[in-house]
């Protein structure tokens, strides 16, 4: 199979792979702010325009002119991987005279992050009439291949730490560490060795009860159930703050939308042979009985907390037949994806 199959079947593909992070406090990471091209637009915070008549402007939150506003947020389905144009992604769909959409979402974003995109521009939304999450595929994926540690478990993470600590970790530190895990494997890492110092050397090398802690200096423990609750909490606090309707929408994946068509099989597979550390999870990840579990726990949080909810991929089951190509990968669409979803909320 032909290594550039992806790009020779959607094309705009490698658009996407050139758009690159950004590092940022808090939010950690998003896409490069003030991007150019035919295909994506960035603005000045990395958020994507919804038009080519809005590239002009140094940002997407010029709505001074707008009576009603939408505001979408999300990972990299929502900002729009996959489409052929601003205009083709969701918010594009969305966007009219009378209407905007502001794209909040963020590439490889988590729910928290999502959430904080809100915090960190929050004097610049106005005028809202809804609300639309369209988010869940990140957690479930971390939460299934990772331990989530308070507050929440992002992507990158393990690259963060690793850095972070190393920056701290002085050569002598090193060796240190490296003859006392001789002595006791697997006791210290990169991240408590900080901790251990000439005050505390002795009872770390004396006291087995001391070493323990040593071992286990590690934040609380977090479920998936425990981090969607939090979430779900602060989607009715946002609906209640801006006095509009709130809408959780699971975002689709391929097997569990629809049968695949042509395209869709060959670049699932593709996508598995030379993406296998990023993508090869997929017939494992997204089972009947996962699917099954993660729509009921959505439900739910959904009634509790007064949150509108719809399931895309049963919307996706509902309306396409095989033949139709909606998909990319195994979780992002083309342009008659995003159509068919933004259909929804029109």
Known sequence: MKKNLRYEIVPQMKVYDQIGYKWLPFIMFTQSP????????????????????????????????????????????????????????????????????????????????????IFSNINHIKNLKKIIIVSGINDFYLSNQFNINYPDLFYFNSDFILNMNRMRISNRKKILKFLINIIYPNVLNDENIANLNKDNLIQFLTSTNFRQTFKEQKFLHLTLEEK??????????????????????????????KQMCKEEELLFNHSNIYLKNRRGYSKTLFTKENYEYFTKLLKNLSKKYDVKYLDINAYFNNCLVKDDWVFVDSVHCNDKGYKLVSEIFK
């Open 34 to 117: 003030n991007f150019r091209s035919k295909i994506v637009n960035t603005d000045d915070k990395g958020f994507r325009f919804n038009s080519k008549n809005q590239i002009n402007d140094k940002t997407i939150f010029n709505l001074e002119e707008k009576d009603k506003n939408i505001l979408i947020i999300g990972g990299s389905f929502v900002f729009g991987a996959g489409s052929t144009s601003d205009e083709n992604t969701i918010s594009g769909y969305l966007s009219n005279s009378d209407v905007n959409c502001l794209n909040l979402g963020g590439n490889a974003h988590i729910g928290f992050q999502e959430l904080i995109s």
């Open 228 to 257: 969607l609750e939090r979430n779900f909490k602060i989607y009715q606090i946002l609906g209640t703050h801006f006095n509009c309707e709130v809408n959780f929408c699971l975002q689709p994946a391929l097997i569990w939308s």
